[in-house]
């Protein structure tokens, strides 16, 4: 089953421009939402993460919203770079317990300069 | 450098071979944890151990086995490979217990099996 639900599956932006990647979760259990940046042959690693008691966190050029009653959250990546170009994961968990990450499908963001 | 290390990086394996990956985290995390990767599948989990000594299936266990050695180590073993395990293998740990700041990942096992 998927709990987690990402789109879009690939993203092209341009230089400057804000990326905009969306995830849907259906466990109302879920209290741990993080994002994960992974390049080419490496392993992913954390973005940034929210918990469902704020609607939104912001760490440089990088933001995530949060929508509990729609049971939604999104990432923006603001300004845009080349080296922002990589897949990005949503995930969601509960923070007790077994701390099992589902993720979503992922998605391929590239940035032309 | 503290993190998790995967050995090893590629594998071909034929059709029924068997074949263990290894795992390690010197971050004296409490949970460890065995995803695959497959393109437009994003990660799912196999098999986790949220402490030493306890070890449960995940999503797709199916044709797997781990074993956790000890706090820092936890290996998965394929008995009988098939083609359907073709994937990319990554390791991960956490903190456990009532702390959570998400996973650290290891750089992953390309394993093909023909």
């Known amino acids: 089953q998927q709990q987690v639900k990402q789109s879009p599956q690939s993203l092209i932006v341009q230089k400057g421009g804000i990326s905009i990647i969306n995830c849907a979760y259906e466990?109302?259990?879920?209290?741990?939402f993080p994002w994960y940046q992974q390049f080419p042959g490496k392993g992913p690693a954390l973005l940034i993460a929210?918990?469902?008691?704020?609607s939104e966190k912001k760490e440089g050029r990088f933001t995530i919203s949060f929508n509990k009653s729609a049971k939604q959250f999104s990432l923006h990546i603001m300004d845009s770079q080349p080296g922002d170009s990589a897949t990005y994961f949503c995930?969601?968990?509960?923070?007790?317990?077994?701390?099992?990450?589902?993720f979503g499908q992922g998605t391929r963001l590239t940035i032309n300069p | 450098n503290a993190g998790v290390t995967q050995t090893p990086k590629f594998q071909v394996l034929k059709t029924g071979q068997s074949m263990t990956l290894q795992c390690a985290q010197d971050?004296?995390?409490?949970?460890m944890y065995w995803y695959r990767q497959d393109p437009g599948m994003g990660l799912r989990l196999i098999y986790y151990?949220?402490?030493?000594?306890?070890?449960d299936k995940g999503e797709v266990p199916n044709g797997y086995n781990v074993s956790r050695l000890n706090k820092r180590e936890f290996s998965l073993r394929l008995e009988s490979a098939a083609p359907s395990q073709t994937s990319v293998y990554f390791c991960?740990?956490?903190?456990?217990?009532?702390?959570?700041?998400?996973?650290?990942f290891g750089s992953g096992t390309r394993l093909t099996v023909v």
């Open positions: 991960a740990s956490s903190e456990g217990e009532q702390f959570f700041y998400g996973y650290t």
């Open positions: 466990n109302t259990a879920f209290d741990y």
């Open positions: 929210i918990r469902p008691d704020v």
């Open positions: 995930a969601a968990s509960k923070v007790q317990g077994a701390q099992k990450l589902v």
């Open positions: 971050m004296n995390h409490n949970s």
């Open positions: 151990s949220a402490s030493e000594g306890t070890t």
